[in-house]
């Protein structure tokens, strides 16, 4: 099968995403063709020499780097399918499935997704639909609220609403009415912390909702919870699975907990400081409450039309032992020290065996797809 996959990207997770996707590519069966296509931070896409696939293999520790030959600029191509799907350079690039790596906006978002279903190609995770709504933290706990499901207690704040000043010091009443300090402020449509910030006191709040909106127009303001982080991976494809396919069958591993060392789980600690948190798989519950967060993982993977592959985040509350549904990553760090391949191993499907499984899923899925009609 001649796999591409594709890293890099226009967001705030660029370097995230060579990491994640060197251990991606590392771990694909060797059996596989793989091309390399890596994305720039100014969103342009340059086919990758293969000697940059032999240096990723040869160390478990390199990440990618994207080397930028004119000559290599890549074109996705409207309706290629799989024979025509990227030009470069006069030719076509062959590409039975997409593994894309990318982390956040233009990645995470439904953007680089619809660009594949336009172009015709079976890949790797959620729909556009699926990826747009769990980029965007406010939808994503409206849609689990109305399946029931717990989530955070917040306030969504647009950026038209602080042009009015009277109309901002009724949210900032608001929050601290509804909500209480301390709160936690971030960006809707953000990922690996970035722009999230923790409020003590007012001005703390107003900084954080200042430096919130330089990532997004639309930020959450949410109570703070006293919090165990806890983790649970899901895959499949709960949509179409009808019990032939085992790799469309609605799986959770886990779950598993963070325990960070440093203020709370943010980029530094997930992505930069080795010791930035201890890793518990499973983690330390009861085997009730943990089958409890697999069945909420697997229903809000549901509710939300998702397939391939998630990371569904909770909280505990340690003062009341509530359980919420923090977040969704719709496609979650691959990186040495990442939870979702962590957690799948430890219950049984190792690195290449979740690479094979994810592609297996992104064929049928695609060829699911070119069953339905289009037209009359």
Not at 19 to 35: E, K, L
């Amino acid at each position: 099968m001649n796999v591409t996959v594709v890293y890099g990207g226009k967001s705030g997770e660029h370097e995230i995403s060579l990491v994640s996707a060197a251990a991606v590519a590392r771990n694909i069966d060797r059996n596989h063709d793989i091309t390399l296509i890596a994305i720039t931070k100014t969103g342009r896409w340059f086919l990758q020499p293969q000697e940059e696939l032999e240096r990723i293999r040869a160390s478990e520790t390199a990440s990618f780097e994207i080397i930028e030959d004119e000559k290599c600029e890549v074109f996705a191509v409207p309706g290629g399918g799989i024979d025509r799907s990227f030009a470069v350079n006069g030719r076509f690039i062959k590409c039975d499935v997409v593994f894309p790596v990318l982390h956040g906006t233009f990645g995470e978002d439904g953007t680089i997704q619809g660009l594949f279903e336009m172009v015709g190609i079976p890949y790797v995770g959620c729909s556009p639909l699926g990826s747009a709504v769990t980029m965007d933290k406010e939808k994503t706990k409206a849609v689990l609220a109305g399946a029931g499901i717990p989530v955070v207690p917040g306030i969504c704040v647009r950026r038209s609403d602080t042009a009015d000043w009277k109309k901002y010091d009724e949210i900032l009443e608001q929050a601290q009415k509804q909500l209480g300090f301390p709160m936690f402020v971030k960006p809707c449509s953000a990922g690996s912390s970035d722009g999230a910030n923790l409020a003590v006191d007012l001005r703390h709040l107003n900084s954080a909702i200042l430096e919130a909106f330089d990532w997004d127009d639309k930020i959450l303001i949410e109570k703070a919870v006293n919090a165990r982080e806890i983790e649970c991976s899901v895959t499949g494809n709960p949509t179409i699975y009808d019990g032939r396919k085992d790799f469309e069958a609605l799986t959770a591993y886990g779950p598993g907990e963070i325990a960070p060392k440093h203020e709370f789980y943010d980029y530094d600690a997930k992505y930069n400081d080795p010791d930035g948190a201890e890793l518990l798989i499973p983690a330390r519950l009861e085997e009730k409450k943990l089958e409890e967060i697999r069945e909420l993982a697997k229903k809000a993977f549901a509710a939300l039309d998702l397939c391939g592959l998630s990371r569904v985040d909770f909280f505990i509350d340690k003062d009341t032992g509530e359980l919420y549904l923090n977040e969704i990553n719709t496609m979650p760090g691959f990186t040495q020290i990442s939870m979702f391949p962590k957690m799948c191993a430890e219950f049984g499907l190792d690195f290449t065996a979740l690479t094979e499984l994810l592609m297996k899923e992104a064929v049928s899925k695609f060829e699911a797809a070119g069953k339905l009609k289009t037209s009359r």
